[in-house]
């Protein structure tokens, strides 16, 4: 969703760009699990190093990286983001219940279902199923498109009333760059999460600092080209938006298994929490580095 003062970002790579500094939040995917499917869905998308690198590069104009999923649409509606990244139906409720926003579908998208299931042993089995059976009817899904839930339906549009600019789901999927792999999502859903709050979360100060060290290198190299500058900015980059894990790391069947062990696992604990101090000091330095090859080329540039 997009305060409307900024211009309207339409893709991913739109995101990086320096207008959009300090304006665009998230909520952390280790907390959130439509924030989970939102980095999945670009790292499939673009393949895991270009993917990881916009997505850096993304966080790297990023305000905050919220608690919950609902801190962010929360922040856009109040005008407390401009930008937030969000599953549809948080950008769409929002935009219907006339908060001055609009949500946008990139290219690189995907249409996921959302699941409704029966709890085995529950107490209720019986009243469960009719409600079940009443969510996917048309009177039920009906509910659902009320422009103030904005839930998509799984019903073909001719069998209910759809309001007036609703998002065509079935076009959107049709369009969609990417066809969700859910079985790739979850053989590396733990290495996802621990990566992006190791890298993201966990460092954001220093991830800030890093791309607007190389905005400002940037914009000095505009007005007054120098190769050796922009060499360091180049070097700069590729310290602050390149994953500490590549993309054969990551379809090593070994390095996979340890995050899907039992962490309290005396032992398996000790492995993980060794690895994401390695990556937490990576980053750390990775950052600090990049925010001094940035320096140094806005230096050259005077």
């Keep these: 969703a997009t305060h409307l003062y900024l ?57 905050a990286v919220t608690d919950r999923s609902f801190g962010v649409p929360d922040g856009v509606n109040s005008g407390q983001y401009g930008i937030g990244l969000v599953i549809d139906f948080f950008g769409l409720s929002a935009k219907y219940s006339g908060f001055p926003v609009e949500f946008a579908y990139p290219s690189v998208t995907a249409v996921v279902p959302a699941n409704i299931g029966l709890v085995t042993g529950g107490k209720n089995a019986e009243e469960a199923k009719k409600f079940i059976a009443y969510t996917l009817s048309a009177p039920g899904q009906q509910i659902l498109l009320d422009p ?20 065509d789901i079935q076009a959107v999927a049709k369009r969609a760059k990417v066809q969700f792999d859910s079985k790739l999502s979850e053989s590396r859903y733990q290495v996802v999460v621990n990566l992006f ?24 190299l505009k007005t007054k080209p120098n190769a050796q500058g922009s060499d360091l900015v180049k070097q700069a980059r590729g310290y602050a938006y390149s994953p500490l894990v590549g993309s054969d790391t990551v379809k090593n069947e070994q390095f996979l298994e340890l995050f899907r062990k039992n962490r309290r696992d005396v032992e398996v604990s000790k492995q993980l929490t060794g690895q994401e101090e390695l990556w937490a000091s990576k980053a750390k330095a990775n950052y600090a580095k990049a925010t001094e090859l940035a320096n140094q080329a806005a230096a050259l540039a005077k």
Excluded: C
Excluded at 34 to 61: A, F, S, Y
């Design 7 to 63: 211009s309207v970002p339409k893709e991913w790579s739109d995101l990086a760009r320096p207008e959009y500094f300090g304006h665009v939040a998230i909520s952390s995917p280790s907390r959130s699990g439509t924030t989970h499917l939102t980095v999945e869905t670009l790292l499939q998308g673009e393949g895991w190093d270009k993917g990881w690198t916009q997505m850096l590069e993304i966080m790297g104009n990023a305000a």
């Design 148 to 167: 103030k839930i904005s839930r998509l339906p799984i019903l073909p549009y001719a069998d209910l009333k759809v309001p007036a600019g609703y998002p």
């Design 197 to 220: 709050d190791q890298m993201v979360t966990f460092r954001l100060k220093e991830l800030q600092a890093a791309t607007k060290a190389i905005h400002e290198a940037e914009k000095r």
